[in-house]
């Protein structure tokens, strides 16, 4: 149980187009979501919380219009780089809580490489 | 705010031999506390869970870690290491009063285990 996919596992795009990343937990219901993004050979770095049906809420030094959060159901929330330029090249990894005194599940990432 | 701290980086171990990988914590409140483990150019997996009752908490693969409340640390640890315990372990911590639930990762330590 408490298994997080997402989708794209791997995805190259070219500087200035738009990218989306999906993260969905597959047998447990999410209210909250959550984005990290990692460089190589370091921790995970928070990007936002995502709440289903409200605005994500951003840590700071997060752009919001680049990288846009969407959770519109209790099972899926999606990432979206837009105009990516070749710095947002990471790997961006979604994870889900079923409930406060749970651990978060982790999603298997998503390579972003912006050419 | 809350913090963790893995003070060394990487940790080398013989196989069969012990395998403790350090971790100290601070937060304003009572702590939840948690063990992820990462494989190469994938998500975190969950390891084990601190949240209340019994200091000594077991957890998959023969991992366990103890609480101490007094030395604020939670180091996990394994009796006989395997080689394919090779790889990537966070340390994690949320502040049990605080609003919202947001984790704070260490910065991680690189284990290697070497036959």
């Known amino acids: 149980g408490a298994v997080v996919s997402q989708h794209p596992s791997w995805v190259i795009c070219k500087s200035g187009t738009s990218v989306k990343i999906e993260c969905r937990s597959l047998?447990?219901?999410?209210?909250?979501m959550f984005w990290y993004r990692q460089f190589p050979k370091q921790s995970l770095m928070l990007m936002a919380t995502?709440?289903?049906?409200?605005?994500?809420?951003?840590e700071q030094g997060v752009e919001k219009d680049k990288f846009l959060i969407n959770h519109a159901s209790l099972t899926l929330s999606t990432l979206t780089v837009t105009s990516a330029h070749p710095e947002d090249s990471s790997f961006y990894i979604c994870?889900?809580?079923?409930?406060?005194?749970?651990?978060?599940?982790f999603g298997p990432g998503t390579r972003l490489t912006v050419t | 705010a809350q913090s963790v701290a893995q003070p060394e980086d990487q940790v080398n171990v013989a196989e069969g031999n012990p395998l403790t990988v350090k971790c100290t914590y601070s937060v304003s409140g009572n702590p939840y506390l948690f063990w992820y483990v990462q494989y190469p150019n994938r998500g975190l997996q969950f390891l084990l869970k601190?949240?209340?009752?019994?200091?000594l908490v077991k957890g998959s693969y023969g991992f366990e870690a103890e609480f101490n409340k007094s030395q604020t640390s939670f180091h996990l640890k394994k009796p006989s290491a395997l080689v394919s315990d090779s790889a990537l372990y966070f340390c994690a911590v949320r502040d049990r009063g605080a609003a919202g639930n947001k984790l704070t990762f260490g910065g991680g330590t690189r284990v290697l285990v070497k036959p």
């Open positions: 994870s889900a809580e079923p409930g406060r005194e749970y651990e978060q599940y």
């Open positions: 047998d447990f219901q999410a209210t909250t």
């Open positions: 995502s709440n289903e049906g409200s605005k994500a809420t951003y």
């Open positions: 601190y949240i209340t009752g019994d200091n």
